[in-house]
């Protein structure tokens, strides 16, 4: 018989949780994927997106409330400028690009990853550059040699053009070091109300009959970091846990994740079965939900409705996905000389970052 989910918790329901907080932006070019736009950027705080630019739309916007209140118009004015600009570079990466890879046709895209970290506990900092084509890695940044790193043959010429600019690497440096801190710290003050809400997981389990597997969701939880685990009688498990644990969201903001396990009636009747829950936060209580008989369907109506709506989530955020993922694009440039000079022949980047 499956007992109870135990519900853990590990950091102060009611009380403020130290954290390492994070600064992001993901850029995407892409070639040959008429169903997306040809350049995404997207700007997440602590995992969160907050702002959202498209070649179709041509504009910065924002995708929280509290960004949306807290700067005035010349904050987008600037950042679309730069999104424009890059655009711009990114359609002649994917020209070149091509070409130094001996490509014709298909699907190309383009990626840059960059951004930086904060713990506000013991004040430590860190930053990154990523740059990314067709899904690998091209070029990383290194801050303490102010180079770049070629995990690719066909990305040392590149390397060597932005390795000779000292002037535009240091300047990158500040930014990543400097700049974005100085912006995440803005960010994290503007949006502390929503970024730093805790809000615990509804937990529910539902069997379909004896045979099938027993699905564990937690929904409704924020943040988004917890790690949901079987147990059995105490002891860890993972033979039989079924790996669909896709974080998904939820229409207000919170999210939505389970894991199934696939065990036999016999099994269960002689063992105690039970569901962990981790979050960033915790409560010196337990919630556990008695399970005395294999769920009937008809009595668990909403959890059957939330796991029919993260089906359909799954494929939409596998799509975007797609996008979110290949984000590590080329630079940042802003006129046509610039981005003529783009990074498949050495260099599109003039240093251009987002506040």
């Known amino acids: 018989m499956l007992r109870c989910v135990v519900l853990g918790l590990l950091c102060g329901l009611r009380g403020y949780c ?42 910065e916007t924002p995708r929280q409330d509290w960004i949306a209140k807290s700067v005035g118009a010349d904050y987008w004015e600037r950042n679309t400028q730069i999104s424009i600009g890059d655009e711009q570079t990114f359609k002649v990466d994917l020209v070149n690009l091509p070409q130094r890879f001996n490509q014709t046709g298909g699907v190309h895209t383009s990626m840059t990853m960059y951004g930086c970290d904060w713990d506000d506990e013991d004040g430590t900092t860190s930053g990154f550059r990523l740059e990314g084509y067709d899904g690998e890695d091209y070029l990383a940044f290194d801050l303490n040699t102010l180079t770049w790193v070629a995990p690719v043959q066909r990305a040392l010429i590149t390397k060597h053009k932005w390795d000779a600019d000292r002037g535009l690497n240091e300047n990158r440096k500040n930014y990543l070091t400097q700049t974005c801190i100085e912006w995440l710290k803005k960010y994290i003050d503007y949006g502390r109300s929503t970024l730093m809400r805790r809000v615990a997981p509804q ?15 937690a929904t409704g939880f924020f943040p988004r970091d917890i790690v949901l685990s079987w147990q059995r009688d105490g002891q860890e498990l993972h033979e039989g846990v079924e790996s669909g644990g896709v974080l998904l969201p939820n229409g207000d903001g919170t999210y939505q994740v389970r894991k199934s ?24 209580d337990c919630v556990c939900v008695s399970v005395p008989d294999p769920v009937r369907p008809s009595s668990n109506l909403a959890v059957i409705v939330r796991l029919i709506i993260a089906a359909v989530l799954v494929l939409i955020a596998a799509t975007v996905g797609v996008v979110i993922w290949k984000k590590r694009s080329a630079s940042k440039n802003y006129d046509a000389a610039q981005t003529s000079d783009s990074r498949a022949d050495g260099s599109s980047d003039n240093g251009a970052a987002k506040a």
């Open 18 to 59: 130290a954290a390492t907080h994070s600064l992001r932006y993901f850029y995407t070019g892409s070639s040959g994927m008429t169903e997306f736009p040809e350049f995404v950027t997207v700007g997440m705080v602590d995992n969160e997106p907050f702002t959202y630019y498209d070649s179709n739309i041509c504009r």
């Open 203 to 217: 937990v529910s389990l539902l069997q379909r009959d004896p045979g099938s597997p027993v699905s564990c969701l």
């Open 261 to 284: 396990l696939r065990v036999s009636p016999e099994d269960l009747e002689g063992h105690t079965y039970s569901c962990l829950e981790l979050q960033e936060y915790s409560s010196t």
